[in-house]
């Protein structure tokens, strides 16, 4: 059985707040020619520790872009974010990637990033880069790229049902039936973006009256709240751990994929579509960057059909490019959720009130 290796948990997202955040304040294939300035030959690229091997993107992005591409990791997407608002005007890199949908406003608002000609991008990635530029954006411009998407989600170890001869629950309300008592892991959304993510789901569904006493309905029907993604999914979840006890989890539509038998037929677990929230990881060039041409055509390689057909494979997202054909098994065990389908909530709503349901909720259920 392979099971999903990437971690997708978030350090203290609220470590650093926004009020303390605020108060610290081209084309495809190869350019022309490096910037003029400097080492104009070298650009560098923060990710979060969930990014493909460092080294071999190093090689196929120089290759790819006529510059010298380093790879710096900046801890997981929450981090991230964090270390980029508060290197504002003295960036740690010149370009980013991994910021996600539920930060991305933060990274905007603060004008950490350069706009980007709205001309890299078509399709999907257009309209959800359209979507995030403000009112005062450049004609022409998009503040940050998406590079890939995916969808945080309940999963069910459907094997455990089947041999316990319980029902599979379908909904959130099902989750906080007494006939699915002790059986739920969740993540810690004030620890993880996994986490947050589902928080937001949640709110989306219930409202901000309603989803506080949600959380609390599944605190009494026995849910246990982890720190991060691996613990849950790798240790608490029965669907992949020999030890693990709760066949009920927070994950992703994709993690299905994960646990197919050898010749593919069958998996052992299933993501439970309506309960999902959208997914959005975007890319961008740091205000200040040294290089910032080498920095667009970075950007512009993560774009790139060559990059964008690896992505299922090492990071376990769809590319942004609806284009590029996905792994077989992901048709059948991997949907990415309709929109219509998902509980999401619009990205500059999640950054006026992230940190007060956070503390709510914190509150609320002692996180």
Known sequence: MRTRARSHTTAALLALPLTALLALTGCAGAPDGPADGGDSKKVSLVVHDSFVDGDEFSKLASAATGYDVEVLTAGDGGELANKLVLTKGAPIADAFFGVDNTLVSRVIDNDV?????????TGAGLKLATELATDGAEAGTVPVAPIDRGATCVNIDTAWFAEQ??????????????????????????????GASFMIATIAAFGEDGFVDYWKRLEQNGARTVQGWTEAYNTEFTGVSDT???????????????????????????ALL?????QVEYAGVLAGSENPEGARAVVDYLLSEEFQSGIAD????????????????????????DAGQTHDLPAAEIQTGLDGWLRTLGDAVGL
Request: with cysteine.
């Open 113 to 121: 990033a350069e706009p980007l000609p709205a001309d890299m991008l």
């Open 244 to 270: 693990g006890t709760r066949p009920i989890v927070v994950s992703y539509s994709t993690s299905p994929a994960f646990t197919v038998n050898d010749d593919e037929s069958a998996s052992t677990t299933r």
């Open 274 to 278: 309506d309960t999902c929230s959208q």
């Open 314 to 337: 090492t990071m376990y997202m769809y590319p942004i490019d609806e284009n590029v054909e996905l792994p077989s098994s992901w048709a059948k065990f991997a949907p990415l959720p």
């Open 165 to 194: 001869g319980v029902a599979e629950p379908q909904t959130f309300d099902d989750l906080a039936d007494p006939a699915y008592k002790d059986l739920t892991v969740l993540l810690d959304p004030t620890a993880s973006s996994t």
